[in-house]
């Protein structure tokens, strides 16, 4: 779909956080007619949860066209070369490349990271393996030719530097790159602007806030992710004076408007390919965003 041009629609359920396969089941069913692929974590912020590459499997066998993410963080370049051929032989054909929040922003802060290959090298490593030969240059027993994918910031406050980490990733064989979550889009307008000559293709990432406690979580917990005043102040508003169900219910709807506002806008900017929709923890609010954003029904 991104090599034809459509503009694609991807979204982030939650891995389970255990073993019941029945919730991956249940999450991929909920908006698998809503978008075009499924983005599994990786245990995400360093919390331990269903391995990626087994919800990506239950995400296929749904029926629904599985995003795998894995991170640097917790493998090494054995253990991504191992998991790469496993992914690929239970049918994964897309993977996405993270760094991995530090291990001391989870649930294990004293864990040992890894490491051992950064996101670029990790981009290179599944490169190689796609032309027949794993990393150290032996021949493969069956080619895993994946469409990988990285990620891109454009919230970092140097963004000149970023464009050119961004350019590193693509020359490394980086196909597909989706956005860390977008709550200012002229930023992401001035990285577009900046990464004009790489032809990059980009999905924006959007979060719809569920209430203002979310919101300053993110804003001070999140390594990575500014949200303005402005949007805090709203989300803050949303309700007032209403008793407690009723303001949650006032401060969610809010949350679906601002992102429905912002999705209008990265929309507009030059270069960007599609949204990436993540619910963190409110899968339900997918569906909603591609109704609200006219993104559904979807293309066969």
Not at 47 to 76: F, K, W
Not at 247 to 265: D, F, V
Request: proline share 4%; net charge negative.
């Amino acid at each position: 779909m991104l090599n034809k041009g459509e503009f694609v629609v991807t979204a982030e359920i939650g891995a389970p956080h255990g073993a019941d396969s029945n919730l991956i089941v249940e999450r991929t069913e909920m908006v698998r007619d809503y978008c075009d692929a499924i983005n599994v974590p990786d245990n995400a912020r360093g919390v331990p949860t269903m391995s990626s590459t087994t919800c990506a499997h239950y995400v296929l066998q749904s029926g629904a066209e599985p995003i795998m993410h894995l991170t640097t963080r917790d493998r090494n370049r054995i253990s991504l070369q191992s998991e790469l051929y496993g992914a690929y032989a239970l049918g994964i054909r897309n993977v996405l490349f993270v760094a991995g929040d530090h291990a001391r922003y989870g649930s294990h802060p004293d864990a040992k990271v890894v490491y051992d290959l950064d996101t670029i090298n990790a981009l290179a490593l599944t490169t190689k393996l796609r032309e027949g030969t794993d990393f150290a240059g032996d021949e493969l027993e069956g080619v895993p030719e994946f469409y990988i994918g990285a990620t891109f910031n454009p919230n970092d406050s140097c963004l000149e530097d970023h464009v050119l980490q961004t350019e590193k990733k693509q020359k490394a064989g980086a196909q597909f790159f989706q956005t860390q979550a977008i709550f200012d889009s002229e930023k992401l307008k001035d990285f577009m602007g900046l990464a004009s000559g790489l032809n990059l293709k980009v999905l924006a990432g959007i979060i719809p806030l569920r209430d203002v406690e979310m919101a300053e979580f993110m804003n001070t917990q999140i390594p990575e992710i500014t949200i303005p005043e402005g949007i805090i102040k709203r989300m803050d508003y949303a309700g007032k004076g209403l008793d407690e169900g009723a303001r949650i219910e006032e401060m969610q709807r809010e949350g679906l408007r601002i992102a429905l506002e912002t999705i209008e806008r990265v929309r507009r900017i030059k270069g960007i390919n599609g949204v990436h929709l993540m619910g963190v923890g409110w899968t339900e609010s997918i569906v909603e965003l591609a109704k609200g954003a006219s993104l559904f029904p979807r293309p066969e």
